[in-house]
């Protein structure tokens, strides 16, 4: 008989390598899959997890596709890492993604066809406060009314992509496109477009900001009071209350930041990758970056592995279905696994598995 | 009396069963929370219930088979989360956005040869001279099974809670695992029982949206039912019989708004379409502000993991 006893504090080790056991055993779990559907899943695998980078013929396209797949995740994953170490759990950030690309959008749309180097970076801002107003709704409704704020911002999703048909068929469609839905293209207007800044290497703005929002979210949780008010609201709620942490505060403080980080990859997306608002814009970055946050431990270093690590299965996965024939869901199937594991694995870090005699109770 | 070329008695009758897919979701939930487990994964329950229970059917051509095929897909998905949550203590919320994440992409990937099929017809119950009886017969009695198994489990699940002994026991498991323990109740084997349940009947609810309210295949069909189930829970401060009221409430908005962009009003197909989810929004708001009492009626052990250190 197995029994857990608890440790007194998470183990270092187990922390580290419970991500990694978690992608092997997807790995095994996932290639059972894989031959379960008719198809090698040692060549699946591979495919999915090594060609992207190294295969001679298909790494000139995939490489930099990485890092424009990975920047929204990583920067998603940041903003929820903070609330969810605090016990706030924001899971709409597809809403605050897509509201962030719609402000955006709409903030440099209204100006056409003017051209300054100004419009950019309002068009940022913009996108910012797009996914910042969003995700305050739930986060206002928590702190005056006592909402649950996981349900509030997850019903919002649905709202924000009504809006976003709504948006693509009607206020911001091209009025060139010929009665088609969906805006003009950004990408296309030099003084909106989120362009490659180093060619052949799929470096955006959006990577860039998501690079700083690594390094700025590692300050905030280690050398900022802030961060520190985080980590104790969500391990020890009582005692941050005894400390003078105020919960409210912290509510809007976690869901703002996740709510403009979310934003901004929503405005990064539809400007550049995207180039257009368009009925199918949002494909779910927002609920795999909450994957991509707990694969990286809630820890903004491992959130910018974890988010590389995705980025390469939704690559793979691309690879693997012109390769193989392997179907797109199968992948998202496989990222649901990953965090099953990942939860599963989790246990390690704060048990102990000990043999022991039959129980009592 | 019509209004918009809408007929009441019609209205009140597709109201109904509109809401049988969250009905059956949100009872199975309530027992789910009152054992003091939080199962968010409800909507990929829900889906992986739609898949399997459209598939069952298909293949088998009897509906009553799909309705238990789709039971037994959301309790097997249900599994997972009883094992990670009570077994491996992962966190409930985490554990439940894993289920919907994984249920999402499963059930695309196994429902991929089944687009555009139509599954064998859910035939109402035929209940002679009562459904002729004018406007109570069409709203009342002339629906297929499910519309009453589902009031069927709503009265159930109340007895059960109300009036029986394991009732009692699944609330005091869901209010203080300790105490519950202490008294040498087994704690986790009843959670996994609720969550069993739970799954079972959110299976329902969702193999009822892909045979008898759509009826097809296609991704994401439940689009959100398993979150507004789990809201018409809280709205219904954890009692059975408001988890009916919240549900008709649903299924009215939704069948309204549905009748509204058939009769071409003015408002836009898109604003229409999120009025259920701003309303949901909007009610959890009014019950959750009347001074914490949604709050009190929570069951208090509700998403802690129960660990027997002793």
Redesign the interface.
């Known amino acids: 008989m197995l029994r857990l006893e608890k440790r007194p504090s998470p183990s270092r080790a187990w922390t580290i390598a419970t991500p990694v056991v978690a992608v092997i055993l997807t790995m095994v779990a996932g290639g059972i899959m894989f031959a379960m559907l008719g198809k090698d899943p040692v060549e699946a695998i591979r495919t999915i997890f090594w060609d992207p980078l190294f295969n001679a013929q298909f790494a000139a396209y995939s490489r930099p596709q990485l890092l424009v797949k990975a920047g929204p995740l990583i920067l998603i994953a940041l903003g929820l890492s903070l609330g969810f170490r605090a016990g706030i759990w924001n899971i709409g950030a597809e809403g605050q993604y897509i509201m962030g690309a719609i402000f955006g959008a709409a903030a440099g749309l209204a100006v056409y066809p003017v051209e300054s180097r100004l419009i950019f970076p309002v068009m940022i801002i913009a996108g910012g406060l797009g996914g910042f107003l969003w995700a305050m709704i739930p986060a206002i409704l928590k702190t005056h009314f006592r909402t649950n704020e996981i349900l509030v911002s997850l019903l919002l999703v649905y709202v924000a992509q009504n809006i976003l048909s709504s948006m693509a068929l009607g206020a911001l469609r091209n009025p060139e496109g010929g009665g088609f839905p969906g805006s003009r293209n950004l990408s296309q207007i030099p003084a909106m477009a989120n362009t490659e800044l180093v060619a052949g290497t799929g470096m955006h703005w959006g990577v860039v900001v998501a690079f700083v929002a690594v390094i700025a979210a590692y300050i905030l949780l280690q050398r900022h009071i802030l961060g520190f008010q985080i980590k104790l609201a969500g391990q020890a709620p009582r005692a941050a209350r005894f400390a003078g942490v105020s919960p409210n505060r912290l509510v809007i403080l976690c869901m703002g930041i996740s709510g403009a980080l979310a934003g901004l990859a929503g405005f990064f997306e539809v400007s550049g990758p995207a180039g257009q608002i368009s009925i199918d814009f949002a494909t779910g970055y927002g609920f795999t970056a909450i994957i991509v946050a707990f694969l990286g431990r809630l820890n903004p270093l491992g959130i910018l592995l974890a988010g590389l690590l995705m980025a390469l299965t939704y690559i793979g996965g691309e690879l693997a279905q012109f390769m193989l024939g392997l179907p797109s869901a199968a992948i998202q199937a496989f990222q649901g696994m990953l965090l099953f594991f990942l939860l599963a694995v989790d246990l390690l870090s704060n048990y102990r598995i000990r043999l022991a005699r039959k129980e009592i109770a | 009396m019509d209004f918009f070329g809408i007929t009441p008695s019609v209205l009140i009758a597709s109201l109904i069963v509109a809401s049988v897919p969250i009905l059956m979701a949100a009872i199975g939930e309530l027992v789910v929370e009152r054992a003091g487990v939080l199962n968010?994964g409800v909507e990929g329950m829900m889906i992986m219930g739609a898949i399997c229970g459209f598939i069952t059917a298909v293949e088998t051509g009897s509906p009553v088979l799909g309705f238990l095929g789709g039971a037994a897909g959301g309790a097997a998905l249900s599994l997972?989360f009883g094992f990670?949550t009570q077994y491996?203590?992962?966190?409930q919320?985490?554990?439940g956005?894993?289920l919907t994440?994984?249920?999402?992409?499963?059930s695309?990937?196994i429902g991929?040869s089944y687009v555009g099929i139509k599954p064998p017809p859910t035939q109402p119950v035929p209940l002679g001279p009562l459904a002729d009886i004018p406007f109570i017969g069409r709203v009342v009695f002339s629906h297929d099974w499910m519309v009453y198994a589902s009031l069927a489990a709503v009265a159930g699940v109340w007895a059960f809670l109300r009036y029986s002994r394991a009732g009692l026991i699944l609330r005091a498991v869901g209010e203080s695992h300790d105490a519950a323990?202490a008294l040498?109740y087994k704690v986790v084997r009843i959670r996994l029982l609720a969550i069993v349940f739970g799954g079972a009947l959110a299976g329902l609810g969702g193999a009822y949206v892909s045979l008898v309210r759509v009826p097809q295949w296609t991704?994401g069909i439940t689009?959100?039912a398993g979150?507004?189930a789990?809201?018409i829970v809280?709205f219904a401060s954890w009692r059975p019989w408001r988890v009916l009221l919240g549900a008709w409430l649903f299924g009215g908005i939704s069948v309204l708004q549905l009748n509204l962009q058939a009769a071409g009003a003015r408002i836009?197909v898109?604003?229409l379409?999120?009025s259920p989810?701003?309303i949901?929004?909007l009610v959890?708001?009014i019950m959750?502000?009347g001074r914490?009492r949604a709050?009190l009626n929570a069951p208090a052990a509700l998403g802690q993991n129960f660990?027997?250190?002793r």
Do not use: K, R
């Open positions: 968010l997972i990670l491996l203590l992962a966190n919320v985490a554990t956005l894993a994440l994984f249920g999402l992409g499963l695309s990937l991929q323990h040498g991704d689009a959100g979150w507004i789990l809201a809280v836009p898109e604003y379409s999120m989810y701003l949901t929004i959890l708001v959750s502000s914490g709050a660990h027997a250190s």
